[in-house]
């Protein structure tokens, strides 16, 4: 049964009060002594109000190294199904797999996540929609700091008046600019770790031979 809780504080979950206590430890100055989050999201649609999220994958970075064995997978089960998204996912309604309740997802996820930074490509949909999932849970919206992989990388190409500032690159056009495969695409955890990989070799061309700051990276825009 799922429970909605009351915006106070007080009445917040022990999971939330858990997840909000890490924030009283300070980010590292360094890019390389950060812990990061690289997430995805796979819904029924781009709609923040009507759709869900059916997935969330998620890898852990640390030391510029991807814990592959640490990585975070759950499937949530649909309260809604669209069968046009199934052909870009491939998660079909009542799919076994899809064992959690969305407030258990997030519980989870929310361990997960910690205080770390967090990255994805494109990354405004994935935190909306899961800042919608809190808010139906009467909670509030994530507390992590995020850095979007289509911007840094726009900010390696703007070198000549030839590049648009606007330009949004897709992840499949960053993954084929950085020699990425992209086998497993279009999969929560898939596209998490191309997206890792991609936040790797953008950082590698933003500063080079240099120690980067983390702060910096926020600065780019």
């Known amino acids: 049964m799922i429970r909605f809780f009351k915006k106070n504080s007080q009445t917040y979950p022990e999971f939330w009060k858990r997840y909000e206590a890490r924030f009283s430890e300070k980010l590292p100055e360094f890019i390389d002594e950060t812990t990061f989050v690289i997430l995805d999201t796979e819904t029924t649609g781009f709609d923040y109000d009507k759709d869900r999220i059916l997935c969330i994958g998620a890898v852990t970075l640390k030391n510029n190294i991807i814990e592959v064995a640490n990585a975070f997978e759950i499937y949530i089960q649909q309260e809604q199904f669209n069968p046009e998204t199934v052909k870009i996912h491939g998660i079909v309604k009542n799919d076994p797999q899809n064992s959690a309740t969305e407030a258990e997802a997030l519980e989870l996820f929310l361990d997960y996540i910690g205080n770390a930074v967090l990255i994805a490509h494109h990354a405004n949909f994935d935190i909306e929609m899961l800042n919608q999932a809190l808010k139906r849970l009467g909670l509030p919206k994530l507390k992590n700091k995020v850095l979007d992989t289509m911007i840094l990388y726009r900010a390696t190409r703007i070198n000549s008046n030839l590049i648009s500032r606007d330009k949004h690159y897709s992840l499949d056009e960053v993954a084929e600019n950085l ?14 770790m191309i997206t890792a990989m991609a936040f790797l070799k953008t950082v590698a061309r933003l500063f080079k031979n240099e120690k980067g700051k983390l702060k910096d990276l926020f600065k780019i825009r």
């Open 179 to 192: 020699n990425i495969s992209v086998k497993d695409r279009h999969t929560a955890s898939g596209d998490a």
